[in-house]
């Protein structure tokens, strides 16, 4: 955190006003994550001078290739055939024992990703999710209509976590005065190496308690035995939300899901519908709050908002990297890739990078052809719910920006503690109404 008043602090995002030596270059030290600057100029210096470096870690990891241009991303995530989704898709090293009880369909490549992926990919459609935009639009002035008036708030709090939580609890089918602890769960289980979040921190000696849980964090217990009662409840049953779908469907591999199967699913389902949004809206706010320009060509032109959309998610990058394991012996940007290594494709620099991006470290919402990383770029784990976050984000700003004149920040901008998820804590904002 950066500690200054915020006409003082560094605009989110912005250029690099140093290069960092490469030399001193560490992306597994999670204090460089925690102040909105140091990320940038981490990846800054790795896309020009070592594009796929390696990067070593702290026992019992054996470190990992970080890979941070655009087109090698892509590149690999494209190919799960030589870079696997199956060993775990972040840095923690697992075993056989634990990569079988954690497996989500993040975790899985081939047919049976592709069976259960299709358990719920026609609800996630632009065609079926269409008949959710009146409702969304009614929510998000809900939303407004209890936040706005007090002039001055947390946007993450009053804004950006209830509305993508809120939906979500329709879409699940449950009680809308479920929805904090919900969000509580999902800030724990990310927040695992954030002391502010977790219960056990991710790389304590009490986490082994929890080894076998994903984050290795308790509150994945708690959010599996929650997601067991509404299947109990929804079996058999006639009902359209996602759960029902799940409990009452055979995947097309003719393979039942086991119980484990759902938990897994149904944490994935609770965690990345809700927490990648929520920082996407928190962080497109602050773009706008910096960009005060850039507010006021959206008011003028609602028509840019569609195209700031894609501009706030590359802006955003609220997931900083996923990782792949390599199956075989490869090469790739010149580096000779063994199997067994981890290869950790870092989006937000991708999302950054100057060979995809006319200047890369300028917030412009009439950029044309967006081609961002966020959602992941092609190949079979290109995000389910891409669809349904883009609608949010576009009816939030839809909604929010002819409400108000004036948006300034009263306070610290914390970020969570964290090199997996680029999450902001809390952004507390004066309003001025129009």
Aim: with cysteine.
């Amino acid at each position: 955190m950066e500690n200054k008043p915020p006409e003082e602090r560094t605009a989110e995002g912005a250029a690099p006003d140093a290069p960092m030596p490469l030399e001193e270059v560490d992306l597994t030290e999670l204090g460089r994550f925690v102040d909105g600057v140091t990320p940038w100029r981490m990846f800054h210096t790795l896309r020009r001078e070592d594009p796929v470096h390696w990067q070593p870690e702290p026992e019992p990891n054996r470190g990992f290739w970080a890979v941070t241009r655009h087109e090698d991303i892509a590149h690999v995530g494209r190919d799960p055939q030589t870079f696997t989704s199956a060993g775990g898709v972040n840095l923690e090293e697992l075993d056989d024992s634990q990569i079988a009880v954690r497996a989500s369909m993040l975790e899985m490549d081939g047919p049976r990703h592709r069976a259960l992926r299709q358990l719920l990919q026609k609800r996630f459609t632009p065609r079926a999710l269409a008949v959710y935009g009146t409702y969304l639009r009614a929510l998000t002035a809900t939303t407004l209509d209890a936040a706005l008036p007090k002039k001055h708030f947390d946007f993450v709090h009053e804004i950006a976590a209830d509305f993508p939580i809120t939906v979500l609890a329709r879409l699940l089918d449950v009680c809308e005065e479920e929805t904090r602890q919900i969000i509580d769960w999902g800030d724990r289980l990310l927040g695992n190496t954030d002391p502010d979040y977790a219960d056990v921190l991710l790389d304590s000696q009490e986490s082994e308690r929890y080894r076998d849980l994903p984050f290795r964090s308790p509150a994945a217990a708690e959010l599996f035995a929650y997601g067991r009662e509404l299947a109990a409840a929804r079996r058999g049953g006639n009902g359209t939300d996602l759960v029902s779908a799940l409990v009452n469907q055979t995947p097309s591999d003719g393979i039942v899901m086991s119980p484990t199967d759902f938990d897994n699913y149904f944490l994935l389902l609770v965690v990345s519908a809700n927490e990648t949004t929520r920082h996407t809206l928190t962080h497109c706010a602050l773009a706008l709050i910096d960009h005060p320009d850039q507010a006021a060509r959206l008011r003028e032109e609602p028509s840019l908002i569609p195209g700031a959309v894609e501009e706030c998610l590359r802006w955003a990058s609220p997931v900083y990297h996923f990782r792949r394991t390599a199956t075989r012996d490869t090469e790739l940007g010149g580096k000779r890739i063994r199997a067994g290594d981890k290869v950790v494709l870092w989006y937000a620099s991708g999302n950054r990078d100057e060979e995809a991006f006319t200047n890369p470290y300028t917030f412009d919402v009439t950029r044309q052809d967006i081609d961002h990383l966020t959602f992941g770029k092609g190949g079979p784990h290109f995000c389910l719910g891409s669809t349904l976050a883009r609608m949010e984000i576009q009816t939030v700003l839809e909604e929010l920006l002819p409400r108000i004149a004036d948006v300034r920040l009263t306070g610290d901008v914390p970020r969570v503690r964290s090199n997996f998820l680029n999450g902001i804590k809390h952004l507390p904002v004066e309003v001025t109404l129009a």
